[in-house]
């Protein structure tokens, strides 16, 4: 996946993430942890596109592992809201999933760049 393409995605789940929280029924619960997943969710795709204009390689490595971490907080909110949301089982799973893919391809692109960095090492 490229970058641009990976850019438009995690863009496109940030707003997926804003509609849902759109929907959520107001209480105090929803509204705190919603409060939360609008920020970790949204800083997924700025984090992102602030790791594509990294000065160096070791830039680049820290700003993915802050967009891992943010995808992974995004994550937990989901799951904390499912516990309290039952209905909205579906499209807190359907978040869930983009959000796991997403994690996959970012821990996949860490571990890539980190093996080329220990090869042009050897």
Known sequence: MNSELLKQRTKAYSISI??????????????????????????????????????????FLNKLKIVEEELDETMFFLELLKEFNPALVPEIKKNWDEG???????????????????????
């Open 18 to 59: 804003a509609k849902f929280i759109i929907d959520l029924p107001v209480n105090i619960i929803n509204r705190n942890y919603s409060n939360q997943l609008i920020r970790c969710s949204s800083s997924v795709g700025a984090n992102y596109r602030a790791a594509c204009r990294a000065k160096s390689t070791a830039d």
């Open 100 to 122: 796991n893919e997403l994690l996959s391809i970012i821990v996949a692109s860490i571990m890539t760049i980190r093996n080329k960095a220990q090869i042009l090492k050897s």
